[in-house]
């Protein structure tokens, strides 16, 4: 099993990124999946997360109005469509699984200790 992020880079202020999550060894769309970003000094945080099958999904207060999470399971993947992005969220973004039988995303909260398996981060870097 292996769970590969990808389509960061440097764009500039108002720019858009789409990262996509992509899971090879079995199949995505059983699994509740988040997007989580960590900045230079700062704690990881969580920014967005989807349920199985689509069912429920989880935005973090800075990314409401601006990124969309979805899913893709003809490519076995999650994608994270991110706007009008400014110099705050410069992050290096982190995609994971949470394999728990019958776990869901809650629409306030998205516990990184909930999520066991993580991919390898993609950076973003938003020039001002």
């Known amino acids: 099993v292996q769970l590969q992020a990808s389509g960061g880079g440097l764009v500039q202020t108002g720019g858009s990124l789409r990262l996509s999550c992509v899971l090879s060894g079995d199949i995505l769309d059983y699994y509740s999946v988040g997007w989580f970003r960590q900045a230079p000094g700062k704690e990881r945080e969580a920014v967005s997360g989807i349920s199985s099958h689509d069912s429920h999904r989880y935005y973090a207060e800075a990314a409401k109005g601006r990124f969309t999470i979805a899913r893709d399971n003809a490519k076995n993947a999650v994608y994270l469509q991110m706007t009008n992005l400014n110099p705050e969220d410069t992050a290096v973004y982190y995609c994971?699984?949470?394999?728990?039988?019958?776990?869901?995303?809650?629409?306030?909260?998205?516990?990184?200790?909930?999520?066991?398996?993580w991919g390898r981060g993609t950076q973003v870097t938003v020039s001002s």
């Open positions: 994971a699984i949470d394999y728990r039988v019958g776990a869901t995303v809650a629409p306030d909260a998205l516990p990184l200790q909930n999520f066991q398996y």
